[in-house]
T-cell receptor, first 113, second 114 residues
């Protein structure tokens, strides 16, 4: 089944403790992206990647890191999480420049205490 | 700078009645516009898109959207609402320059009443 998977689905952590949220897609998509969803703010793009080893900032990249070492995986790294990073995070993928449809993962709910 | 506005936080409609969820946009150049739906505890699902061509775009689950260039709007419509259409709907615009940058609206919660 074609899908985008994220792990973990739920995470409660404390301020300053490094964490990684994994994202993997099995559709051989070139493009991948991370979003955060907050009430009243909708979805905001954190980072995106248009190819292996190619990443770029979205609208809210501060406090986040990403890497794209292989095509299928695009982990989101929070080196020193803070409470304002408490949010619902979505990973998405898109085939490439000639496609438009994004496929979203199920989401990761992160709480930073 | 690109932007998308969804002026209504919530829309209530009776089952069987037509529904409209509003979206306006601001872009430089040609707009690439999208609608996505989010059901509870799920990721977003693609509904439809406008890239070029006919102003009325048909999508999944009986939804359609009307692109209006003069009013810079891209409203989502359905002739007859179902209770199962109750969800959170997002309008989005993509950079037409070939990047993967998207701007999403704040979302509109649709509630269809039986």
């Amino acid at each position: 089944e074609a899908q985008v998977t994220q792990n973990p689905r739920y995470l409660i952590t404390v301020t300053g403790k490094k964490l990684t949220v994994t994202c993997s897609q099995n559709m051989n998509h070139e493009y991948m992206s991370w979003y955060r969803q907050d009430p009243g703010l909708g979805l905001r793009q954190i980072y995106y990647s248009m190819n292996v080893e190619v990443t770029d900032k979205g609208d809210v990249p501060e406090g986040y890191k990403v890497s794209r070492k292989e095509k299928r995986n695009f982990p989101l790294i929070l080196e020193s999480p803070s409470p304002n990073q408490t949010s619902l995070y979505f990973c998405a993928s898109r085939g490439g420049p000639s496609t438009d449809t994004q496929y979203f993962g199920p989401g990761t709910r992160l709480t930073v205490l | 700078a690109q932007s998308v506005a969804q002026p209504e936080d919530q829309v209530n409609v009776a089952e069987g009645n037509p529904l409209t969820v509003k979206c306006t946009y601001s872009v430089s150049g040609n707009p690439y516009l999208f609608w996505y739906v989010q059901y509870p505890n799920r990721g977003l699902q693609f509904l439809l898109k406008y890239i070029t061509g006919d102003n009325l775009v048909k999508g999944s689950y009986g939804f359609e959207a009307e692109f209006n260039k003069s009013q810079t709007s891209f409203h989502l419509k359905k002739p007859s609402a179902l209770v199962s259409d109750s969800a959170l709907y997002f309008c989005a615009v993509r950079d037409s320059g070939g990047t993967y940058k998207y701007i999403f609206g704040t979302g509109t919660r649709l509630k269809v009443l039986a």
